[in-house]
């Protein structure tokens, strides 16, 4: 793939062929700008990008993979899906994902394979369930990187990187074991390559980047389901549609593409189906439509969820979205898809992600990691354009950083009140926290940082700013983990059932299913009065065996009441649940923030 940086004709380096050379319009000034700038760097220049390469690995490696595998798991996504990892150990099937024991088809296998890689390399433990995410978190900073140098220039990939890589929203879900973080870097990676294919003027590094998109789509697929196909297809669409570039196509190898993308997408779709008649169903029309387009999954959001989000989980960086039109020259009515195809392509990219999700019945936080990388390009354009002086500086920006600042400062108080013991679930009540009004502390003075430097107009210091201000929320947020972990994981609680479960014992859960539980006693567990996303796979179960392991109420207190020694893990409503159901006697054996371990012995505490 050619290199625009080292191009002496950037327009010319960056066509794909003399036969398409007039379907790719001239770039955008600024691109122009940062391509010419950067080809022949001083050595200032070169030792400035070699410094903030260097700055940047030592902050992903510090905010990714710093005490990553000290966290307990926490409820209920990351107990979840470490459970399914652990189980197709235990019982040898990777083909058919389990949850406590039940067939769980609400995700394809792809984030379960590679858990289950991890722990049997790593042990059973935290790390192993993280860890892939922080790598494809990593992964895709290095991606945003490639993709802003080779639109925009080097420093304009780097500011791209800078503001992903540091983002704590980014960095949050990077530390998490869910599949959010898997799905976004092969959709990140399809589209990437999309455009660095149509865009190479090299022949065999074109049709290298065509095959890799089919394939990154194609366990995109696996990682999530459709989406995995539905979110590059309807951006390269709208994209092609905008510019009328109509004739890559051509380019495209349909036939070996194609062919790597249903090799590697269809043969666990098919063994499934194969293996679970009903599968095609659920996986198709309850998971992937239903889920859409019915609030049945119960996590409604307002249309600006979303947007509201991206603004809070990337400050102080989004304080600049405030300039982020000047990128686009209205004036030039439709023109300005062909004349500038770069920020259009990521304008649609980030926007159709944007809109999709917005647009669904069923929303959480980590959907909307896809939209993040072009959004962070797009950012990497605008500082360079103004730091280049191709777009003018306004005081937009000023109002910008301001903004950002003052959102660190608020961040850095929302710590100060948590750490004077104002926040019961993260000081117990009262409790001084000294790590918290530290983090508080620090990130007050950064608040006030930021703001100085954007009143000045170095843009080496409102970037050193911005950054420093961005790396220091997201290592805040770090510490917060533990603390979150008493009430939202179950590893206390574990511990306890093995000092009291004893030989012969019966051990369910009572109307509730701490999702992490199963993981750290490494086994399944019974359960009383709950069915939530277990429901399909229970429904799968023999009437013997479902009424075994999950029983009603009725069947509950028959062996409560019975001479066996039952043990029962309940929430924070146990109480109410048994004198709403008849029972006389429990003994409590431990007590938690939301759980409490329940015996039925009749002494009394």
């Given at each position: 793939m050619t290199d625009p940086a080292r191009s002496s004709h950037p327009a010319e380096a960056r066509t794909p062929n003399p036969e398409s050379r007039a379907l790719v319009s001239p770039c955008p000034p600024v691109v122009q700008h940062a391509f010419v700038s950067s080809e022949v760097p001083v050595s200032g220049d070169s030792r400035t990008v070699r410094l903030a390469v260097a700055l940047g690995a030592a902050c992903l490696a510090i905010l990714f993979f710093w005490r990553l595998g000290t966290t307990p798991l926490l409820e209920t996504d990351e107990g979840r899906y470490a459970e399914i990892a652990r189980e197709m150990?235990?019982?040898?099937?990777?083909?058919t994902p389990h949850l406590n024991g039940v067939i769980y088809f609400e995700k394809p296998p792809l984030h379960?394979?590679?858990?289950?890689?991890?722990?049997?390399?790593?042990?059973?433990?935290?790390?192993?369930?993280?860890?892939?995410?922080?790598?494809?978190?990593?992964?895709?900073?290095?991606?945003?990187?490639?993709?802003?140098?080779?639109?925009?220039?080097?420093?304009?990939?780097?500011?791209?990187?800078?503001?992903?890589?540091?983002?704590?929203?980014y960095v949050t879900l990077g530390r998490v074991a869910t599949i959010d973080m898997t799905v976004s870097l092969f959709?990140?990676?399809?589209?990437?390559?999309?455009?660095?294919a149509h865009r190479s003027a090299d022949d065999r590094a074109r049709r290298v980047c065509w095959h890799v998109a089919f394939l990154a789509a194609a366990l995109a697929v696996l990682a999530k389901g459709l989406i995995g196909v539905v979110i590059p297809g309807a951006v390269v669409f709208l994209y092609l549609l905008v510019t009328g570039q109509w004739r890559v196509l051509r380019q495209v190898p349909w036939v070996t593409g194609g062919g790597l993308f249903l090799v590697v997408a269809v043969p666990w779709h098919v063994l499934a189906a194969t293996r679970n008649p009903d599968f095609l169903w659920f996986y198709f029309i309850h998971e992937h439509v239903l889920r859409y387009l019915t609030p049945g999954a119960?996590?409604?959001?307002?249309?600006?969820?979303?947007?509201?989000?991206?603004?809070?989980?990337?400050?102080?960086?989004?304080?600049?979205?405030?300039?982020?039109?000047?990128?686009?020259?209205?004036?030039?009515?439709?023109?300005?898809?062909?004349?500038?195809?770069?920020?259009?392509?990521?304008?649609?990219?980030?926007?159709?992600?944007?809109?999709?999700?917005?647009?669904?019945?069923?929303?959480?936080?980590?959907?909307?990691?896809?939209?993040?990388?072009?959004?962070?390009?797009?950012?990497?354009?605008?500082?360079?354009?103004?730091?280049?002086?191709?777009?003018?500086?306004?005081?937009?920006?000023?109002?910008?950083?301001?903004?950002?600042?003052?959102?660190?400062?608020l961040y850095g108080f929302g710590f100060l009140w948590a750490g004077s013991g104002k926040i019961d679930r993260l000081a117990l009540g009262g409790v001084v926290s000294p790590g918290l009004l530290a983090s508080g502390v620090v990130l007050v003075a950064l608040a006030t940082l930021v703001v100085a430097a954007g009143l000045g107009r170095s843009w080496r210091l409102r970037l050193l700013a911005l950054f420093a201000g961005a790396c220091c929320i997201s290592a805040a947020i770090v510490p917060v983990g533990p603390l979150?972990?008493?009430?939202?994981?179950?590893?206390?609680?574990?511990?306890?059932?093995?000092?009291?479960?004893?030989?012969?014992?019966?051990?369910?859960?009572?109307?509730?299913?701490?999702?992490?539980?199963?993981?750290?006693?490494?086994?399944?567990?019974?359960?009383?009065?709950?069915?939530g996303e277990l429901e399909f796979g229970i429904s799968h179960l023999s009437p013997e065996e479902g009424a075994r392991r999950f029983p009603g109420s009725a069947e509950f207190k028959r062996l409560w009441d019975s001479d066996r020694r039952i043990l029962a893990v309940g929430d924070g409503a146990w109480s109410q649940h048994m004198t709403a159901e008849g029972f006389t006697h429990a003994r409590v054996l431990w007590t938690?923030?939301?759980?409490?371990?329940?015996?039925?012995?009749?002494l009394a505490r």
């Amino acid at each position: 793939m050619t290199d625009p940086a080292r191009s002496s004709h950037p327009a010319e380096a960056r066509t794909p062929n003399p036969e398409s050379r007039a379907l790719v319009s001239p770039c955008p000034p600024v691109v122009q700008h940062a391509f010419v700038s950067s080809e022949v760097p001083v050595s200032g220049d070169s030792r400035t990008v070699r410094l903030a390469v260097a700055l940047g690995a030592a902050c992903l490696a510090i905010l990714f993979f710093w005490r990553l595998g000290t966290t307990p798991l926490l409820e209920t996504d990351e107990g979840r899906y470490a459970e399914i990892a652990r189980e197709m150990l235990a019982s040898g099937d990777f083909v058919t994902p389990h949850l406590n024991g039940v067939i769980y088809f609400e995700k394809p296998p792809l984030h379960y394979w590679l858990t289950a890689a991890a722990m049997r390399i790593l042990g059973l433990d935290e790390l192993a369930a993280r860890l892939w995410s922080a790598l494809f978190g990593v992964l895709g900073v290095v991606l945003t990187y490639r993709l802003g140098r080779e639109i925009g220039g080097t420093r304009a990939g780097l500011v791209g990187a800078a503001v992903l890589g540091t983002s704590p929203l980014y960095v949050t879900l990077g530390r998490v074991a869910t599949i959010d973080m898997t799905v976004s870097l092969f959709i990140t990676l399809t589209l990437a390559c999309f455009w660095f294919a149509h865009r190479s003027a090299d022949d065999r590094a074109r049709r290298v980047c065509w095959h890799v998109a089919f394939l990154a789509a194609a366990l995109a697929v696996l990682a999530k389901g459709l989406i995995g196909v539905v979110i590059p297809g309807a951006v390269v669409f709208l994209y092609l549609l905008v510019t009328g570039q109509w004739r890559v196509l051509r380019q495209v190898p349909w036939v070996t593409g194609g062919g790597l993308f249903l090799v590697v997408a269809v043969p666990w779709h098919v063994l499934a189906a194969t293996r679970n008649p009903d599968f095609l169903w659920f996986y198709f029309i309850h998971e992937h439509v239903l889920r859409y387009l019915t609030p049945g999954a119960g996590r409604p959001g307002a249309f600006w969820y979303f947007p509201a989000v991206i603004i809070g989980g990337c400050m102080p960086w989004a304080g600049l979205f405030l300039s982020m039109p000047r990128l686009v020259h209205w004036r030039q009515g439709r023109s300005f898809f062909t004349k500038h195809p770069d920020v259009t392509f990521l304008l649609l990219w980030f926007g159709f992600v944007t809109l999709f999700f917005s647009a669904s019945q069923s929303k959480l936080i980590p959907y909307i990691l896809p939209a993040l990388p072009p959004l962070a390009v797009l950012l990497g354009l605008l500082v360079e354009s103004l730091r280049s002086g191709t777009l003018p500086g306004s005081r937009l920006e000023t109002a910008g950083i301001a903004v950002g600042g003052s959102f660190t400062g608020l961040y850095g108080f929302g710590f100060l009140w948590a750490g004077s013991g104002k926040i019961d679930r993260l000081a117990l009540g009262g409790v001084v926290s000294p790590g918290l009004l530290a983090s508080g502390v620090v990130l007050v003075a950064l608040a006030t940082l930021v703001v100085a430097a954007g009143l000045g107009r170095s843009w080496r210091l409102r970037l050193l700013a911005l950054f420093a201000g961005a790396c220091c929320i997201s290592a805040a947020i770090v510490p917060v983990g533990p603390l979150m972990a008493r009430e939202r994981s179950s590893k206390a609680l574990a511990e306890r059932v093995r000092s009291e479960l004893r030989d012969g014992d019966l051990l369910l859960t009572y109307h509730c299913y701490p999702q992490s539980l199963p993981f750290y006693l490494q086994r399944t567990l019974d359960v009383v009065d709950w069915k939530g996303e277990l429901e399909f796979g229970i429904s799968h179960l023999s009437p013997e065996e479902g009424a075994r392991r999950f029983p009603g109420s009725a069947e509950f207190k028959r062996l409560w009441d019975s001479d066996r020694r039952i043990l029962a893990v309940g929430d924070g409503a146990w109480s109410q649940h048994m004198t709403a159901e008849g029972f006389t006697h429990a003994r409590v054996l431990w007590t938690g923030l939301d759980r409490v371990l329940l015996s039925n012995e009749r002494l009394a505490r």
